[in-house]
């Protein structure tokens, strides 16, 4: 580059295209504002998770096994990313030529980046905690002393069933009779007794 005043430094460069995208980011989010349709409903502004329907309220507690699955997941992605520019070190033929010992110490020493890796995995693994548990349904047993044929001789017989509203008339009736009839007085329910010494 040259010297010269009127010529950008490479931080004036850097400050450029910061500006640069930045305005090409504030620019499309305003065009989508103002050219796209707005019509909201309930079934768009609904939460979406996966494709299922949301039951409930958001505060649930979650099983701690997906931030466990999520952590397994991230060390092993971002430790994996390490063995990228090893790849491209030991593949320069220069240093390789240099001193042949290069090739066989990245080799060895990416032996024991992954194998620390996959002791890991192993211990991860044996521990439970790549399985996904779901909950035992257990049938409650309750120690009463009621022969089991008491349960079926119940469960298997016949009930006769009768009209509910039949059962409605008459208690209307009856109730219809009293009411006329009976007037009560109101009354507390309780009424303390005290011995007199």
Not at 133 to 157: D, F, S
Request: hydrophobic letters at 45%.
């Amino acid at each position: 580059m040259d010297d010269h005043p009127t010529q950008l430094s490479v931080y004036g460069y850097i400050l450029l295209m910061g500006i640069i995208g930045a305005l090409l980011v504030g620019v499309t989010i305003f065009l989508a504002k103002l050219i796209a349709p707005h019509k909201p409903n309930s079934i768009k502004e609904s939460t979406y998770e996966c494709g299922e329907e949301t039951i409930g309220t958001a505060w649930v507690q979650f099983n701690p096994r997906f931030y466990v699955i999520a952590l397994v997941f991230l060390l092993f992605d971002v430790e994996l990313i390490f063995i990228f520019p090893w790849s491209v070190i030991f593949g320069n033929e220069a240093l390789i030529t240099a001193d042949e010992r290069w090739g066989w110490f990245t080799m060895i020493e990416m032996a024991i980046f992954l194998a620390i890796l996959i002791v890991g995995l192993v211990y991860v693994w044996s521990r439970g905690d790549l399985n996904w548990i779901k909950p035992n349904h257990i049938k409650p047993t309750v120690g009463v002393n009621i022969p089991r044929e008491a349960y079926e001789h119940l469960n298997n017989a016949v009930y006769a069933v009768r009209d509910y509203r039949e059962s409605k008339a008459i208690v209307d009736e009856k109730y219809n009779d009293t009411a006329e009839t009976n007037v009560v007085k109101p009354s507390i329910g309780f009424k303390p007794k005290f011995k007199k010494s």
